[in-house]
């Protein structure tokens, strides 16, 4: 079973600043999802990465998948208010998928 | 229209009780899923059935026990409920039963045990 650790824990900026949050993990994933988790909701999905080294870009946000496809980072540019939430990573190999115990992200106004 | 839907949203019960937490799905998938997001918020599958059969059991006491009548249908009944079954449970679903497809999550079933 694979671990996957997200770091930081919890992550409190100011509306404006720039942030990278973390995804690692020693086993390799066949794809990686990331989700966020606004409070009292359930995780909605806002990115899927299957292919090592790939970049996907979703306004504001910007996933990369690492190149041996252990790691996925999450790069939130300007960050706003509405950006705060829980981002969960999740991880899949062929016979298993797993999440991360997530990032709270808090934005300041 | 709500795709993935439970209820109830919030349950407060006593320790020993038996309780129901109902799910249903509106998006023509195969797959339904139970999750369990506890206190610091690690999300954990419980179980998984796709078209009304059981794929996936996580160890979960036996006091859980799913029940999927179709496959727009996936309860969850818990036996002789504990302290610490106190949680979120999410009731997502997913195309079908291949890993890496995108899981549609419900809002959430808050349950206190007191």
């Known amino acids: 079973t694979q671990l996957l650790e997200q770091s930081p824990q919890f992550l409190s900026i100011q509306e404006g600043e720039n942030l990278t949050v973390y995804c690692n993990s020693s086993?390799?994933?066949?794809?990686l999802q990331w989700y966020r988790q606004e409070p009292g909701e359930g995780p909605v999905l806002l990115v899927t990465v299957v292919t090592g080294g790939e970049v996907k870009k979703l306004k504001r946000l910007t996933f990369q998948f690492g190149d041996a496809r252990k790691d996925s980072s999450l790069h939130i540019t300007a960050a706003q208010p509405g950006d705060t939430g829980l981002y969960l990573c999740a991880g899949t190999n062929n016979n298993d998928m797993r999440f991360g115990a997530g990032t709270r992200l808090t934005v300041k106004p | 229209d709500t795709a993935v839907s439970q209820t109830p949203k919030y349950l407060v019960t006593q320790m020993g009780n038996d309780k129901s937490i109902k799910c249903e799905q509106n998006l023509g998938h195969d797959t339904m899923y139970w999750y369990k997001q506890d206190s610091k918020k690690f999300l954990k599958i419980m179980f998984s059935?796709?078209?009304?059969?059981?794929?996936i059991n996580e160890t979960v006491p036996n006091r859980f026990s799913p029940k999927s009548p179709d496959k727009a249908h996936l309860n969850l009944h818990i036996n002789s409920l504990e302290l610490g079954d106190s949680a979120v449970y999410f009731c997502a679903s997913s195309p079908d039963w291949r890993f890496g497809n995108t899981i549609y999550f419900g809002e959430g079933s808050w349950l206190t045990v007191v």
């Open positions: 086993s390799v994933f066949s794809s």
């Open positions: 059935y796709n078209n009304k059969e059981l794929i």
